[in-house]
């Protein structure tokens, strides 16, 4: 079950299966897709309930698969609808991420941890991977070492390492306050700098958008930006 909750600038997605560890099946992952992209908040925060942010895929889903694949690409389809939303998109993991919960993290723009969280990428212990996306996004976060060894150890990281390994930006005890507070930023701003940044185009062409993208956001906040200067 996903609920949404609207606070203003700040939409909050919460993955609510607490007895399942907040494991998703097919139609979790649809809802998922539709709370994060359906609305026009600045920001979204991705959390779980109870005492884990995500178990990845539900077991009893993957065991009874008739189309694997097909599995993987919706799983696919749902990360790439989160990394491209509008909206600037904070993982907020408390508790334990796993498998297809640490993919879906690695999709959001921001990852923040609380001092619970613990994230670990077991399937090779049952003889799979994790197939929404975290083979192309773990390497370009943590870099190529660090990707290697956590998904072929299958082994469990606290957040203190996850920290180091930069598979988290910050360890706070409150992650919707860092929604919250980039929610409070200038909402043009935040979109087009999410757009740079996520951009994987030619690099002249790159560089051609993001002056572009700074003159637009300069006649538009002309009368802020001199207002800071007197300051």
């Known amino acids: 079950m996903?609920?949404?909750?609207?606070?203003?600038d700040l939409r909050v997605v919460t993955i609510d299966r607490p007895a399942r560890r907040n494991a998703l099946r097919p139609t979790d992952l649809d809802a998922l897709e539709a709370a994060v992209t359906g609305t026009d908040a600045p920001v979204v925060l991705l959390r779980g309930s109870g005492p884990a942010f995500c178990a990845g895929a539900d077991l009893d889903s993957v065991a009874d698969l008739d189309d694997p694949e097909g599995f993987a690409q919706h799983?696919?389809?749902?990360?790439?609808?989160?990394?491209?939303?509008?909206s600037v998109v904070v993982a907020g993991i408390d508790g334990a991420a796993r498998g297809g919960g640490v993919e879906l993290a690695l999709a959001c723009d921001v990852r923040v941890a609380t001092p619970r969280a613990t994230l670990g990428e077991p399937g090779v212990r049952l003889g799979l991977f994790g197939a929404w996306g975290g083979t192309v996004r773990l390497p370009r976060v943590v870099g190529e070492g660090h990707a290697l060894e956590f998904s072929l150890s299958g082994?469990?990281?606290?957040?203190?390492?996850?920290?180091?390994?930069?598979?988290?930006?910050?360890?706070v005890d409150d992650p919707r306050a860092v929604a919250a507070s980039m929610a409070?930023?200038?909402?043009?701003?935040?979109?087009?700098?999410?757009?740079?940044?996520?951009?994987?185009?030619?690099?002249?062409?790159r560089l051609d958008r993001e002056a572009?993208?700074?003159?637009e956001l300069h006649r538009a906040n002309a009368d802020d930006i001199a207002a800071a200067r007197e300051k």
């Open 2 to 8: 996903i609920r949404t909750t609207d606070d203003g």
């Open 75 to 86: 799983g696919q389809r749902v990360a790439d609808a989160i990394e491209s939303a509008e």
């Open 155 to 171: 082994r469990v990281v606290d957040a203190d390492e996850a920290l180091r390994m930069g598979l988290v930006s910050r360890i």
């Open 184 to 205: 409070d930023n200038d909402h043009r701003s935040l979109r087009i700098v999410k757009e740079r940044l996520r951009d994987r185009g030619d690099r002249e062409e």
């Open 212 to 215: 572009a993208d700074f003159a």
